[in-house]
T-cell receptor, first 115, second 111 residues
Framework: EPEVTQTPSHQVTQMGQEVILRCVPISNHLYFYWYRQILGQKVEFLVSFYNNEISEKSEIFDDQFSVERPDGSNFTLKIRSTKLEDSAMYFCASSESPRSSYEQYFGPGTRLTVT | RKEVEQDPGPFNVPEGATVAFNCTYSNSASQSFFWYRQDCRKEPKLLMS???SGNEDGRFTAQLNRASQYISLLIRDSKLSDSATYLCVVNGRGGSYIPTFGRGTSLIVHP
């Protein structure tokens, strides 16, 4: 069964450092997403991406965040200058269509710890 | 009022029990509704979509009440493996496809 993969599984970084989280979506999917989940809290939408452009983004996705699809398979989330409050689980997801009725498949997540 | 609200639980039930969760949403323009399951420190996985007429998948039944703006999930004959957090997800706010997640309801099924 095809699956979304994410690397690394755990990233520890110091405050102010840049981090790049990587995702490989399911190969025939065209729509990609990043979410975060702070420990004990709900899953929060960050950004959706299609055709090399951001489709939608939440208020959390500020200038410190950027996304990129550098090649045909990877989808990355960059945080330029990490803050303590960026510590969370970051999930990548992909879907065949952006239509709200389509299932999104989630990757296993990257746990980001900012110290 | 929170956009998507769930009772966090935990719901502690014996094997074989029937348990039901509700989820309320605030935006009447919402278009699609889902139940996801999330195991501890794992990714969310789609359990089932929720259709206007209600739908069933094995031991799981989901219902939507647009008038009262809530969805429900009923689990019959609970198994130990059903222990997880159940996330209510609401999609589509006036053309947007941004999904809004509830905080989840924790279910513990004990022998």
């Amino acid at each position: 069964e095809p699956e979304v993969t994410q690397t690394p599984s755990h990233q520890v970084t110091q405050m102010g450092q840049e981090v790049i989280l990587r995702c490989v979506p399911i190969s025939n999917h065209l729509y990609f997403y990043w979410y975060r989940q702070i420990l004990g809290q709900k899953v929060e939408f960050l950004v959706s991406f299609y055709n090399n452009e951001i489709s939608e983004k939440s208020e959390i996705f500020d200038d410190q965040f950027s996304v990129e699809r550098p090649d045909g398979s990877n989808f990355t989330l960059k945080i330029r200058s990490t803050k303590l409050e960026d510590s969370a689980m970051y999930f990548c997801a992909s879907s065949e269509s952006p239509r709200s009725s389509y299932e999104q498949y989630f990757g296993p997540g990257t746990r980001l710890t900012v110290t | 009022r929170k956009e998507v609200e769930q009772d966090p639980g935990p719901f502690n039930v014996p094997e074989g029990a029937t348990v039901a969760f509700n989820c309320t949403y605030s935006n009447s323009a919402s278009q699609s509704f889902f139940w996801y399951r999330q195991d501890c420190r794992k990714e969310p996985k789609l359990l089932m979509s929720v259709y206007s007429s209600g739908n069933e998948d094995g031991r799981f039944t989901a219902q939507l009440n647009r008038a009262s703006q809530y969805i429900s999930l009923l689990i019959r004959d609970s198994k130990l493996s059903d222990s997880a957090t159940y996330l209510c997800v609401v999609n589509g706010r006036g053309g947007s496809y941004i999904p809004t997640f509830g905080r989840g309801t924790s279910l513990i099924v004990h022998p």
